[in-house]
């Protein structure tokens, strides 16, 4: 089955424990990308991948780090975390970068940082 | 830079009521525009999209036009369901990577 597979699903910790939220795709996609989602705010886009080693700055990429050393992977890295980065959080992937391509979404990953 | 602008949720309607939830854009360039679906607990699904000018998407008795005149891409349907109750989001895609949401209407269809 073709999907986009976040884990964990649920996390509750620390203000500057440092934590990666993993993402992959089996579906040979090039390009991924991670989202927030808070309340009357959207999605907002953190950092996406084009492709292998190409990754390139979202709206709200403060606080987060990024890799994309294989094709399926992209893992959402918080350094040091802290409270405002307490939110729900979706990995996507699309087999291109290209604007016309729709994006497969995770299941999300809540993330609250105390 | 790009923005989408949703109208306010949420909405509630009756089952077999007609649906629109208005979606306007700003963008450079020629964006493809898109319908996402939300239900509880999960991640986005896409609904429908358009690609180009006077593109129209439709699926499962949806509908948007993409109009660049009036830099718009309203969702509408014509005969609501109960199951048709979720969180629907308008968004942007550019050429260079970036995706660019609006902030989502709650639907509640009420039997």
């Known amino acids: 089955e073709a999907q986009v597979t976040q884990n964990p699903r649920y996390l509750i910790t620390v203000t500057g424990k440092k934590l990666t939220v993993t993402c992959s795709q089996n579906?040979?996609?090039?390009?991924m990308s991670w989202y927030r989602q808070d309340p009357g705010l959207g999605l907002r886009q953190i950092y996406y991948?084009?492709?292998?080693?190409?990754?390139d700055k979202g709206d709200v990429p403060e606080g987060y780090k990024v890799s994309r050393k294989e094709k399926r992977n992209f893992p959402l890295i918080l350094e040091s975390p802290s409270p405002n980065q307490t939110s729900l959080y979706f990995c996507?992937?699309?087999?291109?970068?290209?604007?016309?391509?729709?994006?497969?979404f995770g299941d999300g990953t809540r993330l609250s940082i105390l | 830079g790009n923005s989408v602008t949703q109208m306010e949720g949420p909405v509630t309607l009756s089952e077999e009521a007609f649906l629109t939830i208005n979606c306007t854009y700003t963008?450079?360039?020629?964006?493809?525009l898109f319908w996402y679906v939300q239900y509880p607990g999960e991640g986005l699904q896409l609904l429908l999209k358009a690609t180009k000018a006077d593109d129209k998407g439709s699926n499962k008795g949806f509908e948007a036009t993409y109009r660049k005149e009036t830099t718009s891409f309203h969702l509408e349907k014509g005969s609501v369901q109960v199951s048709d109750s979720a969180v629907y989001f308008c968004a942007l895609n550019t050429n260079a990577g970036k995706s660019t949401f609006g902030d989502g209407t709650t639907l509640t269809v009420k039997p």
């Open positions: 991948s084009m492709n292998v080693e190409v990754t």
């Open positions: 963008a450079t360039g020629y964006p493809s």
């Open positions: 996507a992937s699309s087999s291109r970068g290209d604007s016309n391509q729709p994006q497969h």
């Open positions: 579906m040979n996609h090039e390009y």
